[in-house]
T-cell receptor, first 114, second 117 residues
């Protein structure tokens, strides 16, 4: 089965450090999403791309978060500087709307900022 | 704006009993609806989806859901619970008419399904 691959699976970092999370979407999928999951807020949409172009990043704290898609096989989410409140699980998902709805999620990156 | 309400953050059923997880949505246009399952330390896996056509949709692992427009509901059911069904379940909605149909999913808060032996 085709998969969305996220790296790293776990990341522990100190406050103030830069964090980069990577995602390899399913080949041929035209849309890539970044979600954040916390106990308090649940699943929040941070940003998404279609055909590598950013469509919406209104869910992200602009001063510290950035999302890019340098090529069709790689999406990145960066946090600089990181803060303890950024501790969460970050998921990447890809899909191919309107041909097929039903986005495939990666296993996530569990980020802990101490 | 869209929203999803999942009634009951925790649902406990006995093994072999009916599973019913409730989901109600709010949307200004006919939405597309989804159920996802999340096992511990894993990503979300699509169980089933409703886009158009038949309002009763069947998914993986014996689950099904029925879209009821008049009730703005999309409840998830399974006739007989198995221990392996214990997980977190998320209902989600998207508006297929905005953002070129690529607006992402709005998720409910999730329901933790507990299976009693």
């Amino acid at each position: 089965d085709a998969r969305v691959t996220q790296t790293p699976r776990h990341k522990v970092t100190e406050m103030g450090q830069e964090v980069t999370m990577r995602c390899q979407p399913i080949l041929g999928h035209n849309t890539v999403f970044w979600y954040r999951q916390t106990m308090m807020q649940g699943l929040e949409l941070l940003a998404y791309f279609r055909n590598r172009a950013p469509l919406d990043d209104s869910g992200m704290p602009k001063d510290r978060f950035s999302a890019e898609m340098p090529d069709a096989t790689l999406a990145t989410l960066k946090i600089q500087p990181s803060e303890p409140r950024d501790s969460a699980v970050y998921f990447c998902a890809s899909g191919d709307p309107p041909n097929n709805y039903g986005y495939t999620f990666g296993s996530g990156t569990r980020l802990t900022v101490v | 704006a869209q929203s999803v309400t999942q009634l009951g953050s925790h649902v406990s059923v006995s093994e072999g009993a009916l599973v019913l997880l409730r989901c109600n949505y709010s949307s200004s246009v006919p939405p597309y609806l989804f159920w996802y399952v999340q096992y511990p330390n894993q990503g979300l896996q699509l169980l089933l989806k409703y886009t158009t056509g038949a309002t009763l949709v069947k998914g993986i692992n014996g689950f099904e859901a029925e879209f009821k427009k008049s009730e703005t509901s999309f409840h998830l059911t399974k006739p007989s619970a198995h221990m392996s069904d214990a997980a977190e379940y998320f209902c989600a909605v998207t508006d297929p008419y905005s953002g070129g149909g690529a607006d992402g999913l709005t998720f409910g808060k999730g329901t933790h399904l507990i299976i009693q032996p």
